[in-house]
T-cell receptor
Framework: DAGVIQSPRHEVTEMGQEVTLRCKPI?????LFWYRQTMMRGLELLIY????????DSGMPEDRFSAKMPNASFSTLKIQPSEPRDSAVYFC????????????FGPGTRLTVT | QKEVEQNSGPLSVPEGAIASLNCTYS??????FFWYRQYSGKSPELIMS????GDKEDGRFTAQLNKASQYVSLLIRDSQPSDSATYLC????????FGPGTRLSVLP
């Protein structure tokens, strides 16, 4: 079975540019999570969706970040405009939902903003 | 006080020994607890989940939960060099929070 798929795996962009990260959850999972990981701050939950509806976006740093889940098999995380401090590894994870928060992570997108 | 705390390590143990990893949390309403392993440059991988007080065993891994003390631990028996990684504790209470991780090094 395919796991969580993320694209791109690496992204290098200049400050001020728009960045879009993509995620395809495991088929049948109804919860999707976006995380950011840095050495300084560790693994931070940005937002999670249940049945395509955003449930908790309190971790989204600021208005420059937005996330959508138009259907059960696709989600995007957009940063506009990007800044050097956004450089991090961004992970998407999915879970079966309900009472289960056992999450399965994608390979991550390493974002570098210069 | 951070919501989920772990010793950052590194924790070094000889091959074949028991590695003990600890985690404390602050949210008393927490009900679900998870241990993830993350190799350098890779994504976190779920090892175990535990929901009730007591021990839960899976192969060489044992998770222990004590809700009264707000404490969860992971024991790795017969540690192998391939167990060398960062171990992340995650807690689901009102929020879902990961700890900072403990770096484990198993020495051959």
């Amino acid at each position: 079975d395919a796991g969580v798929i993320q694209s791109p795996r690496h992204e290098v962009t200049e400050m001020g540019q728009e960045v879009t990260l993509r995620c395809k959850p495991i088929s049948g999972h109804n919860s999707l999570f976006w995380y950011r990981q840095t050495m300084m701050r560790g693994l931070e939950l940005l937002i999670y969706f249940n049945n395509n509806v955003p449930i908790d976006d309190s971790g989204m740093p600021e208005d420059r970040f937005s996330a959508k889940m138009p259907n059960a098999s696709f989600s995007t995380l957009k940063i506009q405009p990007s800044e050097p401090r956004d450089s991090a590894v961004y992970f998407c994870a999915s879970s079966g939902g309900g009472d289960s928060y056992e999450q399965y992570f994608g390979p991550g997108t390493r974002l570098t903003v210069t | 006080q951070k919501e989920v705390e772990q010793n950052s390590g590194p924790l070094s143990v000889p091959e074949g020994a028991i590695a003990s990893l600890n985690c404390t949390y602050s949210d008393r309403v927490s009900q679900s607890f998870f241990w993830y392993r993350q190799y350098s440059g890779k994504s976190p991988e779920l090892i175990m989940s535990i929901y009730s007080n007591g021990d839960k065993e899976d192969g060489r891994f044992t998770a222990q939960l004590n809700k009264a003390s707000q404490y969860v631990s992971l024991l790795i028996r017969d540690s192998q060099p391939s167990d060398s990684a960062t171990y992340l504790c995650a807690v689901k209470g009102q929020n879902f929070v990961f700890g900072p991780g403990t770096r484990l090094s198993v020495l051959p």
